[in-house]
Each structure stands twice: as C-alpha cells, then as structure tokens.
C-alpha cells in the first residue's frame, strides 16, 4: 500500500508564489516518476510537469514553475512562481512506483486578479 499526502496549496493574489509538496509512503521500492497535474472545474485533468529520467512541463508554466525531488524523503515539491488567474484548479500528485501509480488527494489553488 502506498499513501500519498499533498499540502501547500491555498489563496494567492496574482503575481504570487506557492509551494506544493507531495510526500510518498508505504511499501515503496522504486520510484520511477514524481509529478503534478492540475485539474481546472469544467476541463480535463492536464499535466503541469514531471519528473522521471527527464523533466517535460506544460508549456503554460515554462519559466514560471519548477518541480524538484527529495528522493530520500519519497517527496516531490512545485514551486509555482508568477502565479496567474488562469493557474486556479486541483493540483494533483502522481507517483509511478513499481508497485504502480499513485495519485495525491488533490489540493486546491486559487489565484485572484
């Protein structure tokens, strides 16, 4: 069993900063990818970026966000810079492990104009 736990999520004006992580454990052997996607109300769940033997991002938040990993903490963070009304949805954590793929609860972001 793998769990999943999200936090940083939360109300920003626009222009400004969040940091999300997402912290994996469980019976983990491997981790293969660590990423985020984001889920707006009304659209499809879409990737932001993600992190495995290469980095691919969306290219609506190139310059702007920036995924890092703890590999010894099982925990993967985004740094959400210049934030934009546009960025506001659910953002959600995948883990894929060997034991398969996981996804985070979901945490909410809001960014006011």
């Known amino acids: 069993q793998v769990h999943l736990v999200e936090s940083g999520g939360g109300l920003v004006q626009s222009g400004g900063s969040l940091r999300l992580s997402c912290a994996a454990s469980g019976s983990i052997f491997r981790i293969y990818v660590m990423g985020w996607y984001r889920q707006a109300p009304g659209k499809q769940r879409e990737l932001v970026e993600i992190?495995?033997?290469?980095?691919d991002y969306a290219d609506s938040v190139k310059g702007r966000f920036t995924i890092s990993r703890d590999d010894a903490k099982n925990t993967v963070y985004l740094q959400m810079d210049s934030l934009k009304p546009e960025d506001t949805a659910v953002y959600y954590c995948?883990?894929?492990?060997?034991?398969?793929?996981?996804w985070g609860q979901g945490t909410q972001v809001t960014v006011s104009s």
């Open positions: 995948l883990v894929a492990t060997d034991r398969g793929n996981y």
């Open positions: 992190s495995g033997g290469s980095t």
